[in-house]
């Protein structure tokens, strides 16, 4: 193995070329737009295992230097009525726990570390097709340029064009029938402690804020949209339109959110939430895909992130152990796939709990309390399949398959 092909210069990518550099494989990332993502995008919340499979890498304490920690959050409904708290997942013995960062934040620190690392990363280089060669395959760009490698890794997300090479059918992303939008506002005295992710089931949205201990507040919205948007629909709404549409959806509740909002310079435009509960085809022809390309999930789960770097991390060491890619990434599917359908299933749940009508509402804010308190009372145990992934760099590829049962 000299050379691996990764499509895509998210997060992902540069994390499994710093991966498969520990592993000795050299690789090259692909990214199809001619910039970087500097500047783009919101926030994100990132976990305690998404933290362990970087921290192989060496990679922890860089991903946390823009965070702040968020150990728990808070639930109530649009009343202010307090349901319940949980932790996002137990802490580790050295006191870490899950953080928040703003994803350009992230992006880039992971990337300028791969540039550092001697990872080369080429932008520009929009994906069109992937042919089959003898010794492994050859990827043809847009701008006419090819490629050759070993192996072809796709980290390029939600509208993967990997995905469809390997697989033609592939399905398309499920509309989860909300949207997405953030912000951060500043000068918005709130009584919350710093961390906290202040979640609210709003009588007609979801709305949560969390407090930066700079004192800014990071914030975050579920406008329900039942009907999948039609392409250049979100793109075309006004900024003030838009921010008319969430005043109007808390008017009427009591929480913080239209003062929050009220407060917010600019809103990021709104866009759909979309997963994947099944992607039957993962791999073929020395082909396989990661990441939000493989399965993506709703936000909700708290997830995304942290499962794109378990996957990095796991398919580098299945290419360091397997005798060619085709086994390596058979091994990689037998690890992942039933964890993250697992978790793809739970964000389903947790964002379907955002948007319901008034009678469904009464019977959640009735439930919730019940089941946090059940929750709080197994501790760590009901959620250690989530955050106790553990990634044994050292261990052979094929002891963790046969000994280790799938989480």
Known sequence: MNEVLIIGGGIAGPVTAMALARAGIDSTVYEAYDRTADGVGAYLTFAVNGLDALAVLGLDELAARHAFATPSAVFRNGAGRWLGELPLGPAR???????????????????????????????????????????????????????????????????????????????????????NTAGYADGVQVDAKAGVANMYFGKRCFFCYFRNPNGQLWWFANPPRPAEPAPGELAALSPEA????????????????????????????????????????????????????????????????????????????????????????????????????????????????????????????????????????AGAGSTAWVYDYAIDWDAPIHERVSKRPIQ
């Open 242 to 377: 838009f921010r008319a549409e969430l005043l109007d959806l808390f008017s009427v509740d009591d929480t913080p959110a239209t003062e929050i909002i009220e407060a917010t310079e600019e809103i990021v435009s709104p866009w759909g939430t979309y997963d994947y509960p099944l992607t039957p085809v993962w791999r073929r022809d020395r082909m396989v895909i990661i990441g939000d390309a493989a399965h993506a999930t709703s936000p909700a789960a708290g997830q995304g992130a942290s499962m794109a770097c378990e996957d990095a991390v796991e398919l580098a060491r299945c290419l360091r152990d397997a005798p060619d890619p085709e086994d390596a990434f058979a091994a990689f599917e037998r690890l992942r796939r039933d964890r993250v359908e697992r978790i793809v299933a739970m964000g389903k749940r947790n964002g379907d709990q955002k948007a319901v009508g008034p009678v469904a509402r009464v019977v959640r804010d009735l439930v919730l309390p019940v089941v946090f308190r059940r929750m709080a009372r």
């Open 93 to 179: 013995a050295d006191g870490r726990v899950g953080m928040t960062i703003r994803r350009a934040d992230l992006y880039r620190e992971l990337r300028d570390e791969a540039i550092r690392r001697g990872v080369r990363v080429e932008y520009g280089k929009r994906l069109v097709h992937v042919e089959r060669t003898e010794t492994g395959v050859l990827a043809h760009f847009e701008d006419g340029s090819r490629a050759h490698g070993d192996a072809l890794v796709g980290a390029d997300g939600l509208r993967s064009r990997v995905r469809t090479v390997i697989d033609p059918l592939a399905p398309a992303g499920r509309y989860t029938g909300l949207l």
